[in-house]
């Protein structure tokens, strides 16, 4: 019997595995993706993302499954601190500053997702599994590889079902490894990792239902709520507006105890105890114990094999950068193997891979120990501070990802501003093509919602040349270009700011942007032959 032979198997089906899945569907292309556990975990080990991984997840064409889903920053409280939950004073907590605003003000003009905030992998993995499926993936639970073996044309992965413990065999042109922190495909490919290891003391991840409608009547909807009390130090978070919430219990350290010592019925005190309200009835779901860990891994490549989410780096959970990193790599290398595996590529075009999210994940796991250290950095501070430690504005952390590879003609050259978002989303090669508010068929849409899914050409009211050359080119190459000149299309209206000021370019120019969402290059003015020109960047890019 031949064995089933496709395009790219995952291992590892949490969210990340699943979003590579998905991403992989939507370019038309079939994954087989494996997965040890036998269904998917109802125990989210992340709560929440940030937006450039929202951006990602709605090119997926569920946005109405994730729109339902998804904390609206606009309606939630700000974190809270407090000895106990009962003990928070809202009326007081009013004459607070609101910290998080910082956050949201500061990405309100740089992204149409600005108002998403909290989600939990188990309301984004089921989104994600009906797009893979629906797109034609295979997911198989309880299944763990076993080896695999590089070969001329592809891998051969040995595949065992742990429960009936039936081994087969699967053929694919490349693997994602998106099998978390201890990935075992990782060490099978011989990819090291370096980095601090362990970064801090234990926590205890529990999982638990509970009604706390009148706990919270009056406190709006919060997450987190930081409890200090002594004996239930840790944080309370709410996982939707039900009765379903997670309480990370911190171990203290330097005392003789273990995660094995938080039974459950110990956790159920604590959690009593954090609560304020020692006879509150609760049923404990699961528990998860953790340490953080600060590791990136040397390579994110080896032959056909790509790390992918934990298995390429871990971050400590401060400003959600772990799952939405994880997202964003999914996201970068899915397009890139869909056009190699319909060869509209060559090879060289996956190089890029590492290149670009290697030094990115560099950059975060920098960035999460310097708000380790510094902790009141993270939500305040002064620009000058900020700057003096090193810790970028948090828009910048999460946007401003600036690529350099073979894949971007003309990247950026100057340094990244720390405080100034938009100095940094300013249309240069190598950055997220700029976010401006538009209006086609009476709907609002943003500009990054019109270059998403393939390579768009994004010209000048002026720019009519460069659109007609994008249409030349696409049947030249068989390469799929869509174009659009903004202020001279009549169907898309411009409904605030200039295009060409956003993306710094002439009534003429252009951008060329991916189908992630990143300029891949940038024609200031009208080409004197534009058609050439955009051809020999394509070929670029595409290392063709």
């Given at each position: 019997?031949?064995?089933?032979?496709?395009?790219?198997?995952?291992?590892?089906?949490?969210?990340v595995?699943?979003?590579?899945?998905a991403f992989?569907?939507?370019?038309?292309?079939?994954?087989?993706?494996?997965?040890?556990?036998?269904?998917m975990s109802?125990?989210?080990?992340?709560?929440?993302?940030?937006?450039?991984?929202?951006?990602a997840?709605?090119?997926?064409?569920?946005?109405?499954?994730?729109?339902?889903?998804?904390?609206?920053?606009s309606?939630?409280?700000?974190?809270?601190?407090?000895?106990?939950?009962?003990?928070?004073d809202?009326?007081?907590?009013?004459?607070?500053?609101?910290?998080?605003?910082?956050?949201?003000d500061?990405?309100?003009?740089?992204?149409?997702v600005a108002?998403?905030?909290?989600?939990?992998?188990?309301?984004?993995?089921?989104?994600?599994?009906?797009?893979?499926?629906?797109?034609?993936?295979?997911?198989?639970?309880?299944?763990?590889?076993?080896?695999?073996?590089?070969?001329?044309?592809?891998?051969?992965?040995?595949?065992?079902?742990?429960?009936?413990?039936?081994v087969s065999?699967?053929?694919a042109?490349?693997v994602?490894a998106a099998?978390?922190?201890?990935?075992?495909t990782?060490?099978?490919?011989?990819?090291?990792?370096?980095?601090?290891?362990?970064?801090?003391?234990?926590?205890?991840?529990?999982?638990?239902?509970?009604?706390?409608?009148?706990?919270?009547?009056?406190?709006?909807?919060?997450?987190?709520?930081?409890?200090?009390?002594?004996?239930?130090?840790?944080?309370?978070?709410?996982?939707?507006?039900?009765?379903?919430?997670?309480?990370?219990?911190?171990?203290?350290?330097?005392?003789?105890?273990?995660?094995a010592?938080?039974?459950?019925?110990?956790?159920r005190?604590?959690?009593?105890?954090?609560?304020?309200?020692?006879?509150?009835?609760?049923e404990?779901?699961?528990?998860?114990?953790?340490?953080?860990?600060?590791?990136?891994?040397?390579?994110?490549?080896?032959g056909?094999?790509f790390?992918?989410?934990?298995?390429?780096r871990?971050?400590?959970?401060?400003?959600?950068?772990?799952?939405?990193?994880?997202?964003?790599?999914?996201?970068?290398?899915?397009?890139?193997?869909?056009?190699?595996?319909?060869?509209?590529?060559g090879?060289?075009?996956l190089e890029?891979?590492?290149?670009?999210?290697?030094?990115?994940?560099?950059?975060?796991?920098?960035?999460?120990?310097?708000?380790?250290?510094r902790?009141?950095?993270h939500?305040?501070g002064?620009a000058?501070?900020?700057?003096?430690?090193?810790?970028?504005?948090h828009?910048?952390a999460h946007?401003?990802?600036v690529?350099d590879?073979?894949?971007?003609?003309?990247?950026?050259?100057?340094?990244?501003?720390?405080?100034?978002?938009?100095?940094?989303?300013d249309?240069?090669?190598?950055?997220?093509?700029?976010?401006?508010w538009?209006?086609?068929?009476?709907?609002?849409?943003?500009?990054?919602?019109?270059?998403?899914?393939?390579?768009?050409?994004?010209?000048?009211?002026?720019?009519l040349?460069?659109?007609?050359?994008?249409?030349v080119?696409?049947?030249?190459?068989?390469?799929?270009?869509?174009?659009?000149?903004?202020?001279?299309?009549?169907?898309?209206?411009?409904?605030?700011?200039?295009w060409?000021?956003?993306?710094?370019?002439?009534?003429?120019?252009?951008?060329?942007?991916?189908?992630?969402?990143?300029?891949?290059w940038r024609?200031?003015?009208a080409?004197?032959?534009?058609?050439?020109?955009?051809?020999?960047v394509?070929?670029?890019?595409?290392?063709?």
């Amino acid at each position: 019997m031949p064995h089933p032979r496709v395009p790219v198997l995952i291992v590892g089906g949490s969210s990340v595995g699943l979003a590579a899945s998905a991403f992989l569907a939507g370019h038309g292309i079939r994954s087989v993706l494996v997965e040890q556990r036998a269904e998917m975990s109802a125990h989210p080990r992340a709560t929440s993302i940030g937006p450039r991984a929202w951006e990602a997840l709605m090119s997926t064409g569920r946005t109405r499954s994730f729109l339902a889903v998804a904390e609206r920053r606009s309606e939630s409280r700000p974190p809270i601190k407090a000895r106990t939950i009962a003990e928070f004073d809202p009326v007081a907590d009013e004459r607070r500053p609101d910290v998080s605003r910082s956050f949201v003000d500061a990405i309100a003009g740089c992204t149409p997702v600005a108002d998403l905030g909290g989600c939990g992998q188990h309301q984004i993995d089921p989104v994600l599994l009906r797009a893979a499926e629906d797109g034609g993936a295979e997911v198989r639970w309880h299944t763990r590889m076993e080896s695999l073996e590089q070969v001329d044309r592809g891998i051969v992965a040995s595949v065992r079902d742990t429960v009936t413990g039936r081994v087969s065999v699967i053929e694919a042109k490349y693997v994602i490894a998106a099998d978390g922190a201890e990935s075992g495909t990782r060490e099978l490919v011989g990819i090291g990792h370096s980095g601090q290891g362990v970064v801090g003391g234990y926590h205890i991840n529990v999982l638990f239902r509970a009604d706390l409608s009148e706990l919270v009547a009056g406190r709006g909807f919060f997450s987190p709520g930081i409890v200090t009390h002594p004996d239930a130090s840790g944080m309370l978070i709410a996982l939707d507006e039900g009765d379903r919430w997670c309480y990370h219990i911190m171990v203290p350290e330097g005392e003789d105890v273990t995660p094995a010592d938080y039974t459950e019925e110990r956790c159920r005190e604590v959690i009593r105890t954090g609560l304020g309200r020692p006879e509150q009835e609760l049923e404990i779901l699961s528990t998860a114990p953790w340490r953080p860990t600060a590791r990136l891994a040397d390579r994110f490549r080896a032959g056909r094999v790509f790390l992918a989410g934990d298995a390429a780096r871990t971050l400590p959970p401060v400003g959600v950068f772990g799952l939405t990193t994880g997202i964003c790599d999914a996201y970068n290398l899915a397009w890139k193997l869909a056009m190699v595996c319909r060869g509209e590529a060559g090879e060289g075009l996956l190089e890029s891979y590492e290149a670009e999210r290697r030094p990115r994940s560099a950059f975060l796991l920098d960035q999460v120990l310097r708000r380790m250290a510094r902790p009141e950095l993270h939500w305040g501070g002064s620009a000058e501070e900020r700057g003096a430690a090193g810790v970028a504005e948090h828009a910048i952390a999460h946007l401003c990802d600036v690529y350099d590879s073979a894949a971007i003609v003309g990247a950026r050259r100057e340094p990244l501003s720390f405080v100034d978002a938009r100095a940094n989303l300013d249309g240069s090669p190598g950055t997220r093509v700029p976010h401006l508010w538009l209006e086609r068929d009476g709907v609002r849409l943003s500009s990054v919602d019109l270059a998403r899914g393939t390579f768009t050409l994004l010209a000048g009211a002026d720019g009519l040349g460069w659109t007609e050359a994008a249409r030349v080119v696409e049947k030249e190459l068989g390469t799929p270009v869509a174009a659009v000149a903004l202020g001279a299309d009549p169907g898309i209206r411009v409904t605030e700011g200039s295009w060409e000021e956003a993306a710094g370019i002439g009534s003429s120019g252009a951008l060329l942007v991916r189908p992630d969402g990143q300029v891949a290059w940038r024609a200031v003015g009208a080409g004197e032959a534009p058609g050439r020109e955009l051809e020999g960047v394509l070929r670029q890019v595409l290392a063709r």
